[in-house]
């Protein structure tokens, strides 16, 4: 046998030990489990619902919409659940009280997903302070208050699982999304500091590198520039099917992996070959994000001003294009009670 054999053979058994202690780990039962999923009323946080609920979990949504927190709290309702609905801002770190109150009705949280999120779409010259400080309040802030309320109960347990939602913006900067990609570099960063300082406490945290996912949330993202334009690539792109995922695809591989514990999943092909790219060949990765800013809306139209998705609609979208991540919208409580 060669070098090269031998170390393919290697190669070949490491795989192979390391693909047994993978799947060799008891498998968690949400059965049961108080699971609070925040930003729960809409998009990826209500079809995780959904899921849990079919798993059998105690489910508690929160959010800061009461309106879509009603929609929400019927739509499980179908799927077998009397689910508990928060009005809440996580960004108040008082609102974060709101622990108690599952406590005193469900009992101890047993399974945290931070999921609540806001995306802002635009160049830099339409980005304010505000808009940075905004996206660090909801993605990362609103996930950090949630951890600090529910930790001391988990860790007096010895047990409890984490499961922070960040994104492929949190591992590759994507032109037009600075704000966003910024909280959610923070959100990773802390999430894998974390699994590792609580990890010897019962806790385990996993963190979720998801690509694009056909949620249904363009409609209420924020648009700034020309606001149609960055609608329309935002949009499409969220709604091809090669490109991007399926919510309910998306929403069982997260569980799945919380389930098993692991430190990080990243779902959707994009993903996986964006963090691909950026580990082997981080040069090339930036003359290609470089090279995608100049096929981009430049500044102009509204400027610094916002507009929502649903405000900022055109012949490209809705259109053909973006049939299915309408229809993601329409599932998925994505659209406004003022505007379906």
Known sequence: MNRGEKAALLLALGAGVWWLARN?????????????????????????????A????????????????????????????????LRCDLTDPKDVEMVAEIE????????????????????????????????????????????HAIVPSMRRRKTGRIVNISSIGGKVSIPHLLPY??????????????????????????????GLMRTGSPPQANFKGQNQQEYAWFSIGDSLPLVSKSAESA?????????RGDAEVIVGLSAKLGVLMKRLFPGLTFDLTTLTNYFLPAMGGIGTASAK????????SPSLLTTLTEQAARQNNEIPEAVS
């Open 24 to 52: 060799s780990r008891p498998r968690y039962d949400f059965g049961r489990k108080v699971v609070l999923v925040t930003g729960g009323s809409r998009g990826l946080g209500l079809v995780l619902a959904r899921q849990l």
């Open 309 to 316: 998705g649903y405000q900022s609609q055109s012949n490209w």
């Open 251 to 259: 929403a069982s591989q997260i569980l799945t992996a919380c389930a």
């Open 104 to 147: 005193l009705q469900r009992g101890p949280v047993d399974v945290l997903i931070n999921n609540a999120g806001i995306i802002g779409v635009g160049p830099y010259e339409s980005m304010t302070l505000d808009d940075y400080h905004q996206a660090m309040a909801v993605n990362f802030y609103a996930a950090l208050h949630t951890i």
């Open 54 to 85: 079919q798993r059998g979990a105690f489910v508690v949504i929160c959010a800061r919409d009461e309106g879509e927190l009603d929609r929400a709290r019927e739509d499980l309702r179908r799927f077998g659940s009397e689910p508990l609905a």
């Open 181 to 210: 990609c910024a909280s959610k570099f923070a959100l990773a960063g802390f999430s894998e500091g974390l699994r590792a300082e609580v990890a010897g406490q019962g806790i385990t945290v996993t963190t979720v590198i998801p």
